[in-house]
């Protein structure tokens, strides 16, 4: 497992934007898919974005395409989640998680998980 640190999380009106970001503790994303997720209250936590440095593929829910931009940085030490136009509906606690061979779009599928930073978007 690995050692997840989110930031960036906050109160923004709609149309804003807010650049999360999932740091790894004492290790390197190198060997990992590391997957963003988000739950609202009431609901089942849903997948948002993934990216795998082993195959370099980059995943988006339909809901946040064009809206949402994963990344990592050289160091492959953080990921970060650029989310642009945001709406009501993108309020929700934000997590990211780490696995090395994940379905990517099942959170059941990761074992390493951050604490979550919180999102909410004002109409």
């Known amino acids: 497992q690995v050692q997840l640190v989110e930031s960036g999380g906050g109160l923004v009106q709609a149309g804003g934007s807010l650049r999360l970001s999932c740091a790894a503790s004492?290790?390197?994303?190198?060997?990992?898919?590391v997957g963003w997720f988000r739950q609202a209250p009431g609901k089942e936590r849903e997948f948002v974005a993934a990216?795998?440095?082993?195959?370099?593929?980059?995943y988006y829910t339909d809901s946040v395409k064009g809206r949402f931009t994963i990344s990592g940085d050289n160091a492959k030490t953080t990921v970060y989640l650029q989310m642009n136009s945001l709406n009501p509906e993108d309020t929700a606690v934000y997590y990211c998680?780490?696995?090395?061979?994940?379905?990517?779009?099942?959170?059941?599928?990761?074992?390493?998980w951050g604490q979550g930073t919180q999102v909410t978007v004002s109409s």
């Open positions: 990216i795998s440095w082993n195959s370099g593929r980059i």
């Open positions: 004492g290790r390197t994303f190198s060997t990992y898919t």
């Open positions: 998680a780490a696995d090395r061979t994940p379905f990517v779009r099942n959170p059941e599928s990761f074992n390493s």
